[in-house]
C-alpha cells in the first residue's frame, strides 16, 4: 500500500497558526451544546444504560427512512471513505470526477486502484467503484436524485458501486434524505456531524447501504477501529434529534455570509466563481499560470489570508473560499482577499 499525502488537511493544520482571517474552514464554527440544548455531563452518560451505538443508529435510520441494518457508525466520514473503498474497491478500478475532495481520489490511489477521472454518459469499466462528493466540494454543485439513479442503473450494468459523500446535503436546509437502499443494492452513501453541525471533534459519521453490504462494512469497520466513542454517540444522538435547532443556526449564518461573497464577486477583478447549490464554499478560478499553492501562499504573507489551494481538488489555478467564519471576520477577510487580486489582476 503506497499511502498518498493529505495534502489539504496538512496544508490547513501547518498554515492555520496565527493567520488572520481562515477562509479555508468548510465546518461550521464548535457550537456550544449546553447553550443548544445538548446535555454533556459525563456522569448523566455514564449512568445511562449502555446501548448508545444501537440507540444512535436507529435514530439515523428513522431520519433516513431504512431500517438500522442498514446503518454503520463511523469514526468520522474520513474512516468512512476509506471502509467504502476496502470493501467494494476490489474490483481495482475507480472512478472519481474532477474536482473532488481529496481523499475520494486519494484513498483508491493508495490502496493501489487504478482512477479514471472519466465518467462519459455514467459508463465505467467493469467493476469499477465511483466516487462522489454530493453536493461537490469544492464546487458546491448539486446533483440531483434522479441523476444519481441513473448512474446507479448504469453502474449497476457493469457490476460496479456508487459512493456518494454527502457530508454538505444538509446544506440543501431541507428534511434529510430518505433512502432506498435495498432497491438500489449498488448505492453506499455516507454522512457525518462535522461540517453542517460543526462537531468534527465528536469523530462520528456513517455508511448507508444495503443490508448484505452494510454488513460488510460494519465487520470492516470492527476491524479497522472496533467500536466508535460511546460518549461520543450519546452526544450525536441527542444532536440529531434536536436537529431543527442546529438547523436554524446554520441557515442564518450561511444566508448572511453568502450575501457577503456575492459581493466579493461582483467587486473582485480576473476572478471566476459561481455560488454554490448547497455548501459553505465556491470554487474560486484566477486568470493566470500562477499554480494554486503558491498564490495561496502569497496570499497568507501579504494578507494573513488562508484558503485551500485548488490543486489539492484537481483544479488549477483556483482555490476554495469557505464562508463558515464569523461575519465580520468573513467581511474582514474578503475585503483583504479582494485587495489581493484586485492589484494582482487588474486590467
Known amino acids: 500500500m503506497k499511502t498518498l499525502e493529505f495534502r489539504l488537511l496538512n496544508w490547513i493544520l501547518s498554515a492555520s497558526g496565527g493567520v488572520k482571517h481562515n477562509l479555508s474552514l468548510s465546518g461550521m464554527k ?38 438500522p441494518e442498514n446503518v ?35 484513498v483508491p490511489k493508495s490502496l493501489g486502484m487504478k482512477v479514471s477521472n472519466s465518467l462519459r454518459n455514467g459508463m465505467v469499466e467493469e467493476g469499477s467503484i465511483v466516487g462522489m462528493t454530493n453536493p461537490n466540494n469544492p464546487t458546491g454543485k448539486y446533483v ?32 434529510p434524505t430518505r433512502y432506498s437502499v435495498e ?8 454522512s457525518s456531524l462535522t461540517k453542517f453541525y460543526g462537531l468534527g471533534r465528536l469523530r462520528i459519521g456513517w455508511l448507508i447501504a444495503e443490508r448484505s453490504n452494510a454488513m460488510r462494512l460494519r465487520r470492516a469497520k470492527q476491524l479497522i477501529s472496533g467500536h466508535s466513542s460511546e460518549y461520543s454517540m450519546w ?3 441527542q444532536v440529531l434529534k434536536n436537529r431543527e435547532t442546529f438547523v436554524i443556526r446554520t441557515k ?28 459553505p464554499f465556491c470554487l474560486v478560478r484566477y486568470k493566470n499560470q500562477q499554480d494554486s499553492e503558491s498564490l495561496s501562499r502569497e496570499l497568507l504573507k501579504e494578507k494573513g489570508v488562508l484558503v485551500s489551494p485548488g490543486d489539492y481538488f484537481g483544479a488549477p489555478r483556483s482555490f476554495r473560499l469557505c464562508f463558515t467564519a464569523d461575519k ?6 474578503l475585503a483583504e482577499l479582494s485587495d489581493f487580486l484586485n492589484q494582482k489582476y487588474r486590467e
Do not use: W
Open 30 to 67: 464548535e457550537p456550544n451544546l449546553n447553550q443548544m440544548g445538548i446535555n454533556t455531563n459525563f456522569e448523566d452518560f455514564v449512568n445511562e444504560p449502555d446501548v448508545h451505538e444501537k440507540l444512535l443508529t436507529e435514530t439515523i435510520a428513522r431520519m433516513h427512512g431504512v431500517d
Open 72 to 106: 454503520v457508525i463511523t469514526a468520522g466520514g474520513s474512516e468512512a471513505i476509506f471502509i467504502a473503498y476496502s470493501v467494494f474497491g476490489n474490483g481495482g478500478k475507480a472512478v472519481v470526477p474532477l474536482p473532488n475532495y481529496e481523499p475520494i481520489f486519494a
Open 144 to 175: 440531483d436524485d434522479e441523476s444519481i439513479q441513473r448512474l446507479v442503473r448504469n453502474v449497476k450494468k457493469r457490476n460496479g458501486y456508487i459512493f456518494v459523500n454527502e457530508t454538505y446535503r444538509d446544506f440543501k436546509f431541507e428534511p
Open 183 to 190: 432497491e438500489t443494492n449498488n448505492l453506499i452513501v455516507c
Open 235 to 237: 452526544i450525536a444522538r
Open 252 to 279: 442564518k449564518l450561511y444566508k448572511e455570509n453568502i450575501d457577503l461573497v456575492r459581493g466579493f464577486l461582483e467587486a473582485t477583478h480576473g476572478i471566476l466563481a459561481i455560488l454554490p447549490d448547497a455548501a
Open 328 to 333: 465580520d471576520d468573513l467581511a474582514s477577510g
